[in-house]
């Protein structure tokens, strides 16, 4: 790198003969040898296919020198691999990036500085505001807070779901006993708290998004805990200099690629533990990204020849559209009611109790892989006093979600702010109750000012008989800071007090985008 510090760096080339070839460039802090991300295999399948594929641990991970620090030097660091691949004699001089997750944002980097070498990336369950804490503008979450910890605080990757978050306060069930792991919590709940400055200084030229010139080819899923910023960037990325070239893939996976399945549905295959199920799972997650590189980096400049937008609708199939959310959707709106959605407005209160010493669990083991065991049954915990629950009536036709969901109300508390915790569910004629959405704001809590919860975008359809339900409630720990019930800081109260919460059903709305048919 320009400061001398060296970055281990495996070259995987095609077959011998070929000539100087195009290059997918792969950077990460997860091991670029390692099972959990299988790279090898993801590189020799390019590789395969005419390409040389470059991997690297990013700066300070595994057997990559220099300092630890998440995010700061990746633009400089992309650019200055950029600039060794193309000295190299077997590169043409043409560059693609491809990568999940955090090896997502090394994209993201690496196309704010417009290297003119790199011409196309696929970033994946990603968006260039991985380092905001606090998905879709909601609340900080524990998943993200936790994964610091995991990949950035020792310089292997831990992988134990980082720390516990069943005390209080919130600060306090940090990891003291890693290197660095205090350090980076206190960081990044900072950031949180002003994730505009944070982001601002990674990009100091604006979104990267907006400002791309090249083609991407933007992948996420339904219920991957990242999907607000991968869905950002592409609506920002289609008002971008390189617009035309833009193309959205959203599957019914998780973070970590797994798909959506029914309730009494096996998992076949876990490609994370069986060999066999890796070796057909590489072709598929890359049946796109290779024909979009090699259109990308080859000398052609037209438009590749596939689907702008195309979409996976649990329980319909795949779909293709010119653009997201598909034109035949509408807006249709829920009203909230004392225990209901119905298509009329309400009035009145409705409430519920909040007592931090004992708040709703996060049912969830892993937010990151949440399909791979296969989504639980959160019913019991509506039966609980401090959750309040929203039914529409039994479905008398299937009901399809397509698009974005948003839930908006006022609420007094007795504080001067409040948690509200939305989850969106799928409630099944024997009263199973599964996520389809989740978000969570702290809002004030005056009565008067509306808050917003923007529960994310989807593809899923209800059968008939099938109930759909908003459960609102003001805690979920394990996933997000409890709630003091006092004007204190969730992160460092002294005082925990029972507390009740009021709803105000009057302009009280769940709206949703919906297939018309």
Not at 46 to 74: L, M, N
Not at 158 to 180: C, E, F, N, V
Not at 229 to 249: G, M, T
Not at 331 to 341: E, I, N
Request: with cysteine; hydrophobic share 40%; aromatic share 10%.
């Amino acid at each position: 790198m320009r400061d001398g510090v060296r970055l281990a760096t495996d070259v995987y080339l095609p077959a011998a003969g070929l000539g100087p070839v195009p290059t997918v460039l792969i950077r990460l802090p997860y091991d670029k040898t390692g099972r959990y991300t299988f790279i090898p295999q993801i590189a020799e399948h390019f590789a395969a296919h005419g390409f040389a594929c470059v991997t690297q641990d990013v700066r300070g991970k595994y057997r990559s020198e220099g300092e630890r620090e998440p995010f700061i030097r990746e633009a400089d660091d992309g650019c200055d691999t950029v600039d060794w691949i193309i000295s190299q004699d077997w590169s043409n001089g043409a560059v693609g990036t491809w990568g999940d997750s955090y090896y997502g944002f090394t994209q993201w980097a690496l196309a704010s500085r417009h290297h003119p070498a790199h011409r196309a990336m696929v970033p994946r369950v990603t968006g260039h505001r991985f380092g905001d804490m606090r998905p879709g503008g909601g609340m900080p979450t524990f998943t993200l807070l936790d994964w610091v910890i995991d990949a950035w605080a020792v310089r292997e990757l831990i992988l134990t779901g980082g720390a516990r978050h069943d005390t209080l306060p919130a600060r306090s069930a940090a990891h003291p006993s890693l290197p660095d792991g205090q350090r980076l919590f206190e960081r990044f709940v900072t950031v949180a708290e002003d994730p505009e400055a944070f982001v601002a200084g990674l990009f100091p030229d604006g979104n990267p998004a907006e400002r791309l010139t090249i083609p991407a080819l933007h992948t996420g899923g339904w219920f991957d805990n990242l999907q607000f910023w991968q869905l950002d960037d592409w609506h920002a990325a289609q008002r971008s200099p390189a617009s035309e070239h833009q193309f959205l893939r959203m599957w019914t996976s998780d973070h970590e690629d797994y798909r959506w399945r029914e309730a009494d549905e096996p998992l076949v295959a876990d490609f994370g533990e069986d060999a066999d199920a890796l070796a057909e799972h590489v072709p598929r997650l890359l049946s796109e990204a290779i024909p979009f590189l090699r259109h990308y980096l080859g000398d052609r400049h037209d438009r590749w020849p596939a689907a702008t937008v195309r979409y996976e609708h649990a329980r319909v199939g795949v779909r293709d559209a010119a653009e997201w959310p598909p034109r035949r959707s509408e807006q249709k709106t829920f009203h909230l009611a004392a225990g209901a959605l119905t298509d009329s407005p309400a009035t009145g209160e409705l409430s519920w109790a909040h007592e931090p010493a004992d708040p709703v669990p996060f049912p969830i083991r892993s937010e990151w892989d949440q399909n791979r065991t296969g989504l639980p049954d959160e019913a019991s915990l509506h039966a609980r006093e401090d959750v309040a629950i929203f039914d529409s009536p039994p479905l008398d036709a299937p009901l399809d979600l397509v698009g974005g969901i948003d839930v908006s109300a006022r609420i007094s508390a007795g504080t001067e702010r409040t948690h509200v915790i939305a989850r969106l569910l799928d409630v099944h004629p024997g009263g199973r109750a599964t996520m389809i959405l989740a978000n969570a704001t702290d809002c004030v809590a005056d009565g008067r000012q509306p808050f917003h919860v923007r529960l994310g975008d989807t593809a899923y359809r209800l059968p008939a008989g099938h109930r759909l339900r908003l459960a609102l409630s003001s805690s979920l720990a394990g996933q997000y800071p409890v709630h003091p019930g006092t004007d204190e800081s969730a992160w460092d109260a002294t005082t925990h007090r029972p507390s009740r919460q009021t709803l105000h059903l009057e302009h009280a709305t769940l709206t949703a985008r919906v297939d018309r048919g």
